[in-house]
């Protein structure tokens, strides 16, 4: 699927819910299904330090499309990482970093990415972004 | 004691922002130990200023100058009174407590500092008290000494004792530890304090909402608070400081209105306060601060602190029977208003979200201590902070929205 086909899907799947703490507990077991980083790859390297809380990322690439691995410490912030990975792990550079990520605005997760949540999410985006743009350079 | 429903609801009414909601829920407001929500007197005041007595102050000849510079002063007696300095000139203003301490830090490092000297704060500063010493000490080559806490969260007097020699120069401490809510014993920590021949700055910012503080009681050399904390506006704050401590610091920052005679060969500098008020202060800032101080002296600090006390204590027993695997943060005897928690494994950040969903407002996170937080053993907690608004009922509905919380992090 492309990233945007993905994101129609994920936007499908939290419109059911109205209420706040129902879209949080989908959030949740998303996070709680996450398959969990290795412990191998929770290296100061891979770490985003956020002010609340904490993410790792590790990022390979095969055969022209990168696969992400990430976790974090606090489960709401894993389940929005385990759609960051949905959406972007298996992507090739080029959709990655031209992708808008319009789903965070359209289930209502704009106030996780907010700098002032300094959870570390942005960060991590913006990191997925980077390990694009070094693997396209790497590539030519 | 707590406030009768009819005070209280009256009490309400005059901070607007208590009616808002959150999503559909009614916004229950438990931050109060990182900002306090403002009356409607204050925010009159505000506009007030800008639409009655907008004027550059202290130099005018003209009428709406002579209002403005009027306002200002009277703000600073204002201010004096509040904390019961012995004069108005005793009174600086400043953006708030943090660049009070570095104004302090700076000034008093210039003038009294030398290499080998040391500067004492205690494990539970935040880290604007901690922060700008780390700065003087690297600046002049002196050494920071730290005072431990208890397990309970109270200060270890002990080794404050041990560590206040003659190479101490100054001791920055917090009156109430706005993570623990640990009241500080200052009488005590002065005097040992003066004794080895150290001046003491308290920082104040957790405190002057709960507690009515007498700097000469005390017998502080400094002492600050920010405004925005004692429900008046952002952007302005208060450093007291005794007048022959004053008169013998060096000046802060340079500019306009600090001075008394410029000349490019050399410059005079003005007399306290406004030595160290370079540039055009905040006097609307100013003015809506006096007018916070009005309102809340008014109503009776001592009886908001009771009616807070009651709060916590009422808080603290509820959620200790309810909450399984609950820890609280900070058991000290003297206690002021704030509520840290961790509830079993489950990560501060998750929890204030959930309970945000539900339109509770509390800190999560390290709250700008993080060497406390390392102390505790903490990447973070949450904090319950309570101010004279909250009610009982809303404790009440604090505690199911906490257990609503639990099973979906659980597992």
Redesign the interface.
């Known amino acids: 699927m492309t990233i945007d086909e993905i994101q129609n899907q994920i936007i499908g799947e939290f419109e059911i819910f109205d209420d706040?703490?129902d879209r949080?507990?989908l959030l949740?077991d998303l996070g709680?299904d996450l398959a969990p980083l290795p412990e191998t790859e929770k290296t100061p390297q891979n770490l985003i330090e956020g002010?609340?809380?904490r993410v790792w990322l590790s990022a390979r690439y095969e055969n022209g499309r990168i696969l992400f691995q990430a976790e974090s410490?606090?489960?709401?912030?894993k389940g929005i990482v385990a759609l960051l990975i949905r959406i972007f792990s298996g992507q090739s550079p080029d959709d990655i970093i031209n992708a808008d990520l319009r789903f965070v605005e359209a289930i209502g997760l704009s106030s996780?990415l907010s700098p002032t949540r300094?959870?570390g999410l942005l960060a991590m985006i913006r990191q997925m972004k980077y390990y694009a743009m070094a693997f396209k350079a790497k590539e030519k | 004691m707590e406030l009768k429903p009819d005070i209280l609801h009256a009490l309400r009414s005059d901070f607007p922002i208590l009616a808002e909601k959150v999503?559909s829920k009614a916004l229950v407001y438990f931050d109060n130990a990182a900002t306090t929500q403002k009356p409607r007197c204050v925010v009159e005041k505000i506009s007030e200023g800008y639409y009655r007595f907008n004027a550059n102050i202290h130099r005018g000849v003209h009428h709406l100058s002579r209002l403005a510079t009027e306002a200002h002063e009277a703000a600073r007696r204002r201010a004096a009174s509040f904390l019961n300095a012995a004069r108005p000139e005793e009174i600086i203003f400043t953006r708030g407590t943090t660049e009070a301490i570095n104004l302090l830090a700076f000034s008093f490092g210039e003038a009294y500092c030398r290499p080998g000297d040391e500067i004492v704060i205690t494990e539970m500063e935040h880290h604007a008290n901690i922060v700008p010493w780390q700065m003087l000490c690297e600046r002049k080559g002196l050494t920071l000494r730290v005072i431990p806490i208890r397990d309970d969260g109270s200060l270890n007097l002990e080794a404050a004792a041990a560590l206040l020699n003659e190479r101490s120069r100054l001791l920055a401490v917090t009156h109430v530890s706005n993570v623990l809510g640990t009241i500080n014993p200052i009488v005590e920590l002065v005097r040992m304090a003066h004794d080895a021949g150290a001046a003491v700055l308290v920082d104040g910012a957790q405190a002057v909402a709960h507690l009515t503080v007498d700097v000469q009681a005390l017998d502080v050399d400094f002492y600050t608070f920010s405004s925005h904390k004692v429900y008046g506006p952002t952007g302005i704050g208060i450093l007291y400081g005794k007048a022959q401590w004053l008169d013998a610091l060096p000046p802060y920052q340079g500019g306009g209105e600090m001075i008394s005679k410029v000349s490019f060969e050399q410059t005079t500098y003005n007399e306290i306060p406004f030595k160290f008020e370079a540039g055009t202060p905040d006097y609307i800032g100013s003015t809506a601060l006096a007018e916070a101080l009005r309102y809340l002296q008014d109503f009776g600090i001592k009886r908001a602190a009771a009616h807070e006390d009651a709060l916590l204590r009422y808080a603290t027993e509820a959620m200790e029977a309810e909450i399984p695997n609950l820890r609280i943060f900070g058991k000290a005897p003297q206690k002021s208003a704030v509520l840290s928690f961790l509830i079993g494994k489950l990560?501060?950040?998750?929890l204030g979200?959930?309970l945000d969903?539900?339109g509770f407002a509390l800190r999560?996170?390290?709250h700008c201590a993080q060497p406390l937080m390392q102390r505790l053993g903490l990447?973070?907690c949450l904090r319950a902070s309570f101010a004279f608004y909250n009610s009982r009922e809303e404790i009440d509905q604090f505690i199911p929205a906490l257990k609503?919380a639990l099973p979906?992090?659980d597992?």
């Not at chain 2, 990560?347 to 998750?350: E, F, K, N, T």
């Open positions: 706040w703490m949080y507990s949740i709680k002010c609340q809380s410490d606090a489960l709401l912030v996780h300094s959870n | 999503g990560h501060p950040y998750d979200m959930l969903s539900q999560s996170g390290h990447e973070g609503k979906l992090l597992g």
